[in-house]
């Protein structure tokens, strides 16, 4: 029968760093999985291996899954400045963290392992006792060399036991010099099966599995240990993880044996490798940006990042390419995700991030661009000279996104190949200005009929539709000998959006004022 226990995923981080981008796809499988199925979503802090711990990772880890809308529900969450967010009755406490204010909210915390030393201890002692760890003295030297004997004679590296013929006392003396030691678990024998969601069965010899270490010297647990116990103790049904732990998943099971938690045994899903353009290697730093952050500052949506990383190995069989959050929790799958590594693709990205754009409201995106504008030179100029309210200022910033909302890959190009909406310094030439092989009187006659045309369009009719309307009408068969110059005169660029809508935002007198500089600079 088809247990029906909750659902409730874990994402688990080590603070060592900046969260990868390959990091959140798997808490993004967490999160949507937990969504669908009515679940919770928690996040654990794994950090027992102090040497590789990086001050206010936490933090920043929290930050990039909140922008990302890919919030727990429980665990170590980012306190949000101005709330005094109790929670749903779980156990709150602050936890500094350079600069962040994080709370642990639930029922099983703590939820940071290096708070959970007393639990492990306590396991760990129970294997112990029950004969399926052991206490073992060697030094680095002698595992050095035994790893070298085994390399040479071309075995699998693997502890040689030494240690378990120890007799109890030679322990409990050792023990009471103070003689440092670890704890290994005893691998049994026989052989361990387990069904992984993504890669299916999984086979392995215990004989191949190493005696792992599961406490070490420095009074810490292992990841091994400390992942079973807390994925035990905080009731977790199913875990999702990158494809590099796939080999841990044995020990891991093994431990549950030991223990007798069969019963609770979650399931697991390892999430295939993301590869770099080369479709071999993993996606590394070499190529480009690995972390969220990079994304997130290079102005990408953060609902475009999530839908392209849904999209890596997983697809939904229709045609639809573009998901809101909301869509995603209803179609993703982790179980049809695909085994082979996907390549990540950045053009594609860029497709996507440009279609998200394309879906906002003019409103949201200024939302979303002003942080990037706000530090653009081009911008604070602008913004310096500008003699009009904050509010028409706003509306100004508004009309040129509406102009180049359809064109944008990413919010911080938001203006950045449209200078010339914010400065009036326009450069022309007669070259500049010229349409193919026009002459230079010919290129002053269209430039001084759009000049005549654009002077009789009343300010309360400037709308883009009729300034396109009178200038086409008059062209006539000669649209590039008009439009071409009128828009040269209007950017001072070779490319830009059409001279409708740039002398629609910028308005009657601007414009007007624009041609009549070209025609003199001919
Ligand atoms: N702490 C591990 C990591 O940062 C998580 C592995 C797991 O999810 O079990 O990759």
Known sequence: MEKTKEIRTRFAPSPTGELHIGALRTALSDFLYARKNNGKFILRIEDTDQSRLVEGAVGRFLEMLEWAGVVPDEGVLLKRRGTNDKGQGGKEK??????????????????????????????????????KAYYCFCTSERLDEMRKKQQAEKKAPK???????????????????????????????????????????????????????????????????????????????????????????????????????????PEFAHMPNILGKDGKKKLSKREGSVSVKDFKDQGYPAEAVVNFIALLGWNPKTQQEIFTMEELVEQYDIKKVNRAGAVFDIKRLDWISAQHIKRMSVDELYGR???????????????????????????????????????????????????????????????????????????????????????????????????????????????????????????????????????????????????ENAIKNI
């Open 369 to 515: 661009v002003l942080p990037f504008l706000k530090k653009k030179k081009f911008y604070g100029e602008w913004y310096k000279q500008q003699a009009t309210s904050d509010k028409e200022k706003e509306e100004y910033v508004k009309k040129v996104l509406m102009v180049e909302k359809d064109r944008l890959e990413k919010l911080t190009q938001a203006g950045e190949n449209n200078k010339f909406f914010f400065s009036d310094k326009i450069e022309t030439s007669a070259d500049s200005l010229r349409w193919k092989d026009s002459s230079d009187d010919d290129t002053k006659k269209y430039l001084a009929i759009a000049d005549d045309i654009l002077k009789e369009i009343d300010e309360n009719n400037w709308t883009q539709e009729n300034i396109e309307e009178k200038l086409l009408d008059i062209a006539g068969e000669k649209r590039g000998d008009l439009l071409f110059p009128l828009r040269a005169a209007l950017t001072g660029q070779d490319r830009s959006p059409s001279p409708f809508e740039v002398a629609w935002v910028i308005g009657k007198e601007r414009s007007l004022q624009r041609i």
């Open 159 to 265: 502890y040689d036991r030494k240690c378990l013929d120890l007799s109890k006392e030679e322990v409990e003396e050792k023990l009471k010099n103070g003689e440092k030691c670890v704890v290994r678990f005893k691998v049994p024998e026989g052989k361990t099966v387990f069904n992984d969601l993504v890669y299916g069965k999984i086979e392995v010899e215990n004989s191949t599995v190493d005696d792992q270490i599961i406490l070490k010297s420095d009074g810490f647990p292992t990841y091994h240990l400390a992942v079973v116990v807390d994925d035990y103790l905080m009731k977790i049904s199913h875990v999702f993880r990158g494809a590099e732990w796939i080999s841990s998943t044995p020990k891991h099971i093994l431990l549950y044996e030991a223990f007798g938690w069969e019963d609770a045994m």
């Open 94 to 131: 602050k936890i500094k963290d350079l600069g962040f204010e994080i709370q642990e909210k639930g029922d099983y915390g703590p939820y940071i392992q290096s708070k959970r030393l007393d639990i492990y201890k306590k396991y760990i002692q129970q294997l112990i006792d029950e004969g």
